[in-house]
């Protein structure tokens, strides 16, 4: 199953895209052997629509125009479930054994996600109930997709 992050903002060079860098690179080969196929990320620019609900939907409308058919849409959203690692890493497992191709993860912009896409996402999922910085969320994000890479080949990163 391939994976994209699909991301609203644009990562600077510094510590903090090291950091999601690196992880993101883990990611990528620790969870291609087990069908997480990393795919990279996509940047976007914020919108510059004048009101909050245009730009939600600008920004909707360009991450949709970057999905691939039949890709499932997971979304970081603060009204999203707060899974542990364990459950995260069963949901892609599960993506994955039931046959989905891709699945994009997004992060929203400072406006958050349109409430049209929210709909449309198969999973909302929350980092918390504090608003993270786009560039901590990123970090996370690839930490995660990592963590998941090891609980599903059994490597001792993750203990329980």
Known sequence: MKVWVHAVGRMKAG?????ADRYLDRFSKSGGPLGLDF??????AE?????VDERRREEADRLRAQMAP???????????????SQQFADKMSSLRDGGQRGVMIAIGG???HDEALRNEAQMLI?????TWPHQMVRIMLGE???RAATILSGHPYHRA
């Open 15 to 19: 510590p903090e895209k090291e950091l």
């Open 39 to 44: 795919s990279g990320v996509t940047e976007i």
């Open 47 to 51: 919108s510059r629509a004048q009101t």
């Open 70 to 84: 039949g890709t499932a849409l997971i979304l970081l959203d603060e009204r999203g479930k707060n899974l542990s």
């Open 110 to 112: 400072p406006d958050g």
């Open 126 to 130: 929350s980092f918390g109930a504090a």
């Open 144 to 146: 995660q997709l990592y």
